[in-house]
Nanobody, 115 residues
């Protein structure tokens, strides 16, 4: 069973930065699609970054230019660098991976951005 474990969340002031990490229990070399979702309080979960095995990335306009996703296949880890954070970025952030026809999720890490 695949496990995804996020870390790096916390409290940061607006304008600050955080880097989230997602450690995967299996080799991510063959996992073509991985990414990060977030769920703000009282709202639906939304995609904030995705990356393919070939390194192609995708971001919604709300985070484009501020967030950067990357993957280290040797360490079986996916990262989300978040810069210029805003209060509206406050959410629980979830790591996600598409393994064949199945979706795997981490338990989430809370990011709180104070104004």
């Amino acid at each position: 069973q695949v496990q995804l474990v996020e870390s790096g969340g916390g409290l940061v002031q607006a304008g600050g930065s955080l880097r989230l990490s997602c450690a995967v229990s299996v080799s991510i070399f063959s996992i073509n699609r991985m990414g990060w979702y977030r769920q703000p309080p009282g709202k639906q979960r939304e995609l904030v970054a995705a990356i393919t095995g070939g390194g192609i990335t995708n971001y919604p306009d709300s985070v484009k230019g501020r967030f950067t996703i990357s993957r280290d296949n040797a360490k079986n880890t996916v990262y989300l660098q978040m810069n210029s954070l805003k209060p509206e970025d406050t959410a629980v952030y979830y790591c996600w991976g598409r393994l064949g026809a199945l979706d795997a999720w981490g338990q989430g890490t809370l990011v709180t951005v104070s104004s």
